[in-house]
Every structure is written in structure tokens, then in C-alpha cells.
């Protein structure tokens, strides 16, 4: 059974830093793209990030050059790092299993999600 447990969220001022994390079980993290999608409150899902098998990483243009996504293999594990975190990057964040060479985020299987907040 494919489980995915997120951690990390938080309440953090402007300009603050969270690491998320997602520990996953039921499947090898290392044979599969990795997505973290994030729903703000009253909008819809959207995608963040996507960590591909052969270390491709990509992001929303919205996120580039302030998170980063990693994972551990080893660990069974994905992280994704903000930094300079803004008001609007409220939301739950959630990471996804994709398909051994991407896949679609939107109907991706997710877990429950961590919630970060950013508020002075």
C-alpha cells in the first residue's frame, strides 16, 4: 500500500524558511518522479515542483529560485525547502507519486498534507 506522511509545516513570518518533508512507504521513492502540489484556502490544487528519476528537477515559475526540491533515496524521502517564504505561499502542501517518468500531478495519489502558514 503506497503511503506518503508529510511533515515540516508551520506558522513563519515573511522571509522565513520551512523544510518540508515526506516520508514514503509501499513503493521505491528512487523508481519514480515525485511532484509537491499545494492548495491555498478557497482555490484549487497547483503544482510546485517535480523531481524526476535521473535528478531533472522542475519547477513553478511562481517558486523558482526560493524552494528546493530533494529527495533521499536512501531515506525513502522527499524534501522540498522554502526559503523567502511570502504570504501568498499559504497553503497545504502536499508531495505526490508520480510515474516512473512523470506522470500527471493532478490525479497523482497524495498524502494528507502539511500546512504552512505565512503571516506576520
Known amino acids: 500500500e503506497v503511503q506518503l506522511v508529510e511533515s515540516g509545516g508551520d506558522l513563519v513570518q515573511p522571509g522565513g524558511s520551512l523544510r518540508l518533508s515526506c516520508a514514503a512507504s509501499g513503493f521505491t521513492l528512487s523508481s519514480f518522479a515525485m511532484f509537491w502540489v499545494r492548495q491555498a484556502p478557497g482555490k484549487g490544487l497547483e503544482w510546485v515542483s517535480t523531481s524526476y528519476r535521473n535528478g531533472v528537477r522542475s519547477y513553478a515559475e511562481f517558486v523558482k529560485g526560493r524552494f528546493t526540491i530533494s529527495r533521499d533515496d536512501a531515506k525513502n524521502t522527499l524534501y522540498l525547502q522554502l526559503n523567502s517564504l511570502k504570504t501568498e505561499d499559504t497553503a497545504m502542501y502536499y508531495c505526490?507519486?508520480?510515474?516512473?517518468?512523470?506522470?500527471?500531478?493532478?490525479?497523482?495519489?497524495r498524502g494528507q498534507g502539511t500546512q504552512v502558514t505565512v503571516s506576520s
Open positions: 505526490a507519486k508520480g510515474q516512473p517518468y512523470g506522470g500527471r500531478w493532478v490525479d497523482a495519489p
